[in-house]
């Protein structure tokens, strides 16, 4: 069961994915588009939303320092593209991490350590850090 999930998310109310794909040079691994709707009656979405998803295949443990080459492997060229198109006003960009505690006494699905490289790739793609946690933990009421 994997603990933590990472992605790079692109959201913008101007743009749709496939001219994103091609200011950043690189296809997203899924994408929605501005107007398209999640069922029949749900409203026309007002953004369109880009994600490159961080997997380490054959890590289903993998925490977010294992993920992190992941992310430094998409390359400084990258990270300016996307403080680029964050500059120019038209999307806003952040790295998603989410965190599923499910075992309080497992040590590996608590904490996150970010290294030095990885802030600053951010900080290249202007980049927000977004972390969500979910704790699923059953209390014993007496």
């Known amino acids: 069961m994997k603990a933590f999930?990472?992605?790079l998310r692109v959201v913008s109310e101007s743009l749709q994915p496939e001219e994103i794909s091609?200011?950043?040079g690189v296809d997203p691994d899924e994408s929605t588009a501005i107007g398209?709707?999640?069922h029949?009656?749900?409203p026309p979405r007002s953004h369109a939303s880009w994600v490159r998803r961080a997997d380490r295949p054959g890590q289903a443990g993998a925490r977010p320092e294992d993920l992190e080459?992941?992310?430094?492997?998409w390359g400084l060229?990258?990270?300016h593209a996307l403080g680029q198109l964050v500059a120019s006003g038209e999307?806003?960009?952040?790295l998603e991490i989410v965190q599923e505690i499910r075992d309080l006494d497992d040590s590996q699905q608590k904490g996150i350590f970010l290294g030095a490289e990885l802030m600053s790739w951010l900080g290249a793609a202007k980049a927000s850090l977004d972390i969500d946690q979910y704790v699923?933990?059953?209390c014993d009421e007496g």
């Not at 080459?69 to 492997?73: A, E, N, Q, R, S």
């Not at 999307?91 to 952040?94: D, K, M």
């Open 5 to 7: 999930w990472m992605y």
């Open 22 to 24: 091609r200011r950043l």
């Open 36 to 38: 398209s709707r999640r």
């Open 40 to 42: 029949a009656g749900s």
């Open 69 to 73: 080459p992941v992310i430094l492997g």
């Open 77 to 79: 060229d990258f990270a």
């Open 91 to 94: 999307a806003v960009v952040s």
């Open 136 to 138: 699923f933990h059953e």
